[in-house]
């Protein structure tokens, strides 16, 4: 690494690549936090249709009066279409940056360690996992500004930052285990071109990404068909109460495996990103899944998975 009294290493004993994952690592733990327990789920974790109304919340501890000023800082739940404008203008940010091996690019590359750029991830593995996180953000902003219903459902101000500071976090984690191996040539429009057959890991992963992707884009599309909120009867829901949440989580997974530097099973700095997800989404479908049942009845999900099959 070059020598840097300012950087990460010195100064904290990490360097960018652990920092990151610590951040998806604190942002899963604190939310598992807010979730387990009630006083913090009910304010600040629900939003839309399972947000609960303040006027049926019936704990009142001393410190209620400040939590509940706190969970008036909300937005608009429209807001969430941020997160994938976010998203893609960090993906082109960084393009522009790896192309030109420009002056940010450099300086994560000088708080990066000799063990993570030695242990690099392949050109042709960064430009096809940036490619897909890209394609990633431009789907979902399609969806949410095409879908989308005129809605006064909120979420805590918190919760948006967060969001926003993840969508930021995992276009840099699905290059910034290869910066070993960017640092080593100069990238040009070129290394776009496929001049090597697709190993095996791509040729089964990247389909599986599409699937994962379709299936997500079908979810989405058949919950804005919807007149109501009720119970869902397409086929990806039978089994599964949030089906699009789990091809979330395999689209991260397959990411992660796609990234692997070389040597390695799974990038380790998506999969932190992964485990957010995992978390993320887990509350919001195990919170689905009880606003269905107080809604619906115990029927309605009866028989099925929260959203991992076999496992939850």
Known sequence: MAANDLSLETLLGIDIVDAIRMCFVFAACTTLVFHSLPVLNNRFVNYGPRALPPSQQKDKPATASFLDYLATWRVPHRYFAHYYIVSLISSAFWASQLLANGPVFQFFVSNTSDEHLHKSMTVHRVLLCSVLIAIQGGRRLYES????????????????????FFYVGITVAVWVEGSGAITSKTLTLDDFRISVAPSLKTIFFFPLFLMASGMQHDCHHYLASLKEYTVPVHPLFFRIVSPHYTAECVIYLTLAILAAPEGELVNKTVLCGLFYVVVNLGVTARNSRLWYQTKFGEDSVRGKWTFLPGLY
């Open 145 to 164: 500004m095409v879908y989308s219903k005129p809605s006064s459902s909120t979420m805590w101000v918190v919760h948006w930052f967060v969001g926003l």
